[in-house]
C-alpha cells in the first residue's frame, strides 16, 4: 500500500516536466524535419529531436567552461 502512495505522488510532480520536454520533441521535430534536404536527414532530424536535451545541456556547460 505504501508503494502506491509514493508512485502517484511521483507521476503526480512529474506532468510539468513531461509537457516541457514534449513540446520541445514536437518543436525540435518540425524545425528539423523542415530543414531536411532528403529522407535520411530527415529520419536523422527525429532522432536529434528525440535526444535533443542532451544537446542543449553540452552546450550549455561548454559556454560555461565546466
Known amino acids: ?9 511521483r ?3 512529474a506532468g510539468p516536466g ?3 520536454y514534449g ?3 514536437i518543436g525540435a521535430a518540425i524545425y ?8 535520411w536527414i530527415g ?3 527525429i532522432l536529434k529531436a528525440i535526444v535533443w536535451p542532451a544537446f542543449l545541456v553540452y ?3 561548454a559556454r560555461f567552461g565546466a
Not at 500500500?1 to 505522488?9: S, Y
Open 1 to 9: 500500500m505504501d508503494r502506491t502512495i509514493i508512485t502517484r505522488e
Open 11 to 13: 507521476v503526480r510532480y
Open 18 to 20: 513531461g509537457a516541457v
Open 23 to 25: 513540446l520541445g520533441l
Open 32 to 39: 528539423y524535419i523542415s530543414t531536411a534536404t532528403s529522407f
Open 43 to 45: 529520419a536523422l532530424g
Open 59 to 61: 552546450e550549455a556547460l
